[in-house]
């Protein structure tokens, strides 16, 4: 029943009398049962939001899956730069944002592209922006919780990464292994085999091998997905022994429709055959948007504010102690009340406070300087 | 021309509408669902009122289980405290898979004494002192995934069924408290007064709730949009709900119900034609449990933790690093046993 149906059904029954019907069934019933669904009915409201960052370099497909993922077209008005153009390009980050509803549930999505990755002659580094740009969302959501008025915030942190591995090599390139490391502690890491329709089901196998095997040896953390519950039925965990055991997952993306076997898919057309992006045989898409959308993206979610919001803030909070042990003096506060947004009575506030403590510090000034004259 | 090679169909793809339209993203919500329902849910009852008026019996009542113990009881010390001690007991109790860990707050002493000035006080700095308890985990370096939540839900408050108007030490205490936690008055063994007693009894109630400023559950100003407003009126125009409450059963129409047995009648508890308690009941836990809840999370620890942030010219860290113990008013018998 919809939840909020159900919810004015209540109060109707709260506020009219009725015929009693056969209440035996109801005696034991307390009815706190509802709660899952007095919850539903106010996300459906507020709706959920989700940041999804897609990194690698130029020309491996990122646009085109995100357009298949979300059946959206993000990048239709975009401009692909030459070469020349692209010798003195940095790193950007650029931020696209779609509302998407689907059966009333409504979703916030902010796509986080890294244009210029990877794609330097000299690629030193070229992760920096990426990770300066996580923790500078981070470091906002902080300051917005510590805040005072805490009732809009804005949750732009970064849920997750897909990181797109080229299929051409032998496994992961020093660049991959840099970038992973350095971003496996502030975001969900999924590495992804990119362009997977130019390798053949036993080359692609060993290339997952392979970089399962170097994930490990380099130490690198990538997102690991949670174990099953022990009471999911058994096909469900054997769906989810599959999953684990397919990543990193080689995907194929499309934005054209061609016809296959008598239907229109999403597909690619080759002299030779036609890859279909949904068929499973074909390449992991499926799985992975599965995985992302429908089974996970909770978690994703959670796993960014339990555990790498929280790393940052506990890590943000020991620098600011260890640094105010260290002077001596006092000194203004650090400001993490808010700068962003203060109304005006905060503000005023602010200010006064302000006045009191440097008040405070002439008068300790004026002091420490009469003791040291009177020695 | 090279020969075309079919591709073998061995899994099976999905069709039609799912392929160009449906994403998915609705199963977010099954997601959190889940998450929820595994981690379980909580909820704080306090209940206000002086002895006698059947407060435990109703929150047994509520509940179906015996999570408070009645002062009535043969073996139960009486002795009438010479203050107000809080006590708080909890239970984890479960209905169709979902868990609720249910604490019960009892406030024996209120409104007991000869002179009951600042009978309220007690109370005021447990509500407090468990708002500073959530902020201070908050404020945590390392803090818990789940911040135990002990904060007061919600306030129960008994209104004795005299058929007059609410008395003074009613004004004092729904006013200092109406601000920092959920009211919900209730007329208590509102079997002594007939449907047109009762009717008048609220009504004058409820002016002299306006007259004094006084907010009860749900808040007005807490209305989020029209649709939530609407339907809140139609429960302000009903409030206070006149219960009755007991664990005994007896047999009407070939029925067992829960009532109080007089000579002249039984009073079914559960009758909407003789009492409200399941208006109340509805209320509270079947609708707006989580808007308890939420109201409590979003507006009433907010304007706590404002005050304190303001009020405490520190900075974050030393307020993190200070060891200020947390004053001792309460009488904390924590038990947690599986119902």
Partial sequence: MDAIMLQEKLVERLLCPRVRTARQKEKQYVGFATLPNQVHRKSVKKGFDFTLMVAGESGMGKSTLVNSLFLTDLYKDRKLLNAEERINQTVEIIKHTVDIEEKGVKLKLTIVDTPGFGDAVNNNECWKPITDYIDQQFEQYFRDESGLNRKNIQDNRVHCCLYFIPPFGHGLRPVDVEFMKALHEKVNIIPLIAKADCLTPTEIKKLKDRIREEIDKFGIKVYQFPECDSDEDEEFKQLDKELKECTPFAVIGSNTVVEARGQRVRGRLYPWGIVEVENQSHCDFVKLRNMLIRSHMHDLKDVTCDVHYENYRAQCIQEMTSKLAQDNRMESPIPILPLSTPDVDTEKLIKMKDEELRRMQEMLNKMQQQMHDKD | ?339
């Fill in chain 2, 1 to 339: 021309c090279p020969p075309t090679r079919n591709s073998q169909q061995q899994t099976s793809f999905k069709r039609g509408s799912d392929l160009f339209g449906y994403v998915g993203i609705d199963a977010v919500l099954e997601q959190m669902q889940r998450k929820t329902m595994k981690a379980g849910f909580e909820f704080n009852i306090m209940v206000v009122g002086q002895s006698g008026l059947g407060k435990s019996t109703l929150v047994n009542t509520l509940f179906k289980s015996k999570v408070s113990r009645k002062s009535c009881t043969s073996n139960f010390e009486e002795k009438i405290s010479k203050t107000v001690r809080l006590h708080a007991v909890s239970h984890v109790i479960e209905e169709k898979g979902v868990k609720m860990k249910l604490t019960v707050i009892d406030t024996p002493g209120f409104g007991d004494q000869i002179n009951n000035e600042n009978c309220w006080e007690p109370i005021v700095k447990y509500v407090n002192e468990q708002y500073e308890k959530y902020l201070r985990e908050e404020l945590n370096i390392n803090r818990k995934r789940r911040i135990p939540d002990s904060r007061v839900h919600c306030c129960v408050y008994f209104l004795p069924a005299t058929g007059h108007r609410l008395r003074p030490i009613d004004v004092e205490f729904m006013k200092r408290l109406g601000k920092m936690v959920s009211i919900v008055p209730v007329i208590a063994k509102a079997d002594t007064l007939t449907v047109e007693e009762r009717q008048e009894f609220k009504e004058r109630i409820r002016e002299d709730l306006t007259a004094n400023g006084i907010c009860v559950y749900p808040q007005r100003e807490y209305d989020e949009d029209p649709e939530e407003r609407a339907l809140n009126d139609r429960i302000r125009k009903s409030i206070p709900f006149a219960v009755v409450g007991t664990d005994k059963e007896h047999q009407v129409n070939g029925n067992k119900v829960l009532g109080r047995k007089t000579k002249w009648g039984i009073i079914e508890v559960e009758n909407v034609a003789h009492c409200e308690f399941a208006n109340l009941r509805d209320l509270l836990i079947r609708s707006h449990l989580q808007d308890l809840k939420d109201v409590t999370h979003n507006i009433l620890y907010e304007t706590y933790r404002v005050q304190r942030l303001n009020e405490s010219n520190m900075n974050f860290s030393e307020l993190v690093l200070s060891t200020w113990p947390l004053g001792n008013g309460t009488d904390k018998c924590e038990t947690e046993s599986q119902l």
